[in-house]
């Protein structure tokens, strides 16, 4: 109980500490790729991901045979929640897009920051696939769910764009209780498989 309330509380500090750094982002050079803008955006929410998890007390593994390609890439998980959502954003090397529920940007300042970090919002399964066709050709990688309205795999074949299978294992450990919530530490391990194109299955090195 302790531990989850030194969350909520590093939570709610750490979104009014940001509201100057969110309307910095708004000002950024246009100039800049957006590859480069992303990075910049996505420094602040991944340190804020990072220290949630931080926080629970938990030893993090992250298993990686190889480096992941440069450009787009897909990291597909099989059961995306929130709690593996947080892990892969927080712990990738490189920025990537993810899709939400729409009721996530009606909340107050996270909603503006998922907006300035493009983040996707749910709707039709043709509307998902424009919008992250739109971030992969701007050379976003994606986190997608084998769950989720599209087929990741699909749209890896289709668009010949490499895909990294992503396990977790203990996120389930991390939060329990129903009503009263309780954090507690656990062993959490971050798998990535090595890079391959569904189309050939042709792997792929950096």
């Known amino acids: 109980m302790i531990r989850y309330s030194c969350l909520v509380i590093y939570i709610v500090y750490m979104l009014l500490k940001n509201i100057k750094q969110l309307f910095n982002q708004r000002m950024l050079d246009p100039r800049l790729s957006y ?5 910049l955006v996505y420094e602040q929410p991944k340190a804020f991901l990072e220290g949630c998890i931080g926080i629970s007390g938990s030893v993090i593994t992250i298993h ?16 995306l929640r929130l709690a593996e959502l947080a892990l892969i954003a927080g ?16 909340l107050p300042i996270i909603g503006q920051w998922l907006e ?10 043709e509307k998902v696939y424009e919008d992250t066709l739109t971030q992969l050709e701007k050379g976003q990688s994606m ?16 668009c010949s764009l ?4 992503v ?9 329990k209780g129903s009503l009263f919530k309780r954090l ?3 062993d959490i391990e971050l798998s990535f498989s090595k890079a391959y194109i569904p189309a050939s299955e042709k792997q792929l090195r950096a």
């Open 162 to 165: 490499p895909v990294v299978i």
């Open 35 to 39: 590859k480069k803008q992303m990075k």
């Open 143 to 158: 986190i997608l769910s084998l769950d989720g309205c599209i087929d990741p795999l699909e749209l890896a074949a289709r």
């Open 116 to 125: 300035r970090m493009n983040v996707i919002q749910e709707s039709s399964s």
């Open 64 to 79: 990686q045979p190889e480096p992941i390609p440069s450009g787009p890439v897909l990291y597909v998980h099989s059961r």
């Open 184 to 186: 507690k530490p656990a």
């Open 91 to 106: 712990y990738i090397e490189k920025p990537a897009g993810f899709i939400a529920n729409p009721k996530v940007f009606r």
């Open 167 to 175: 396990e977790t294992t203990g996120t389930d450990e991390v939060l």
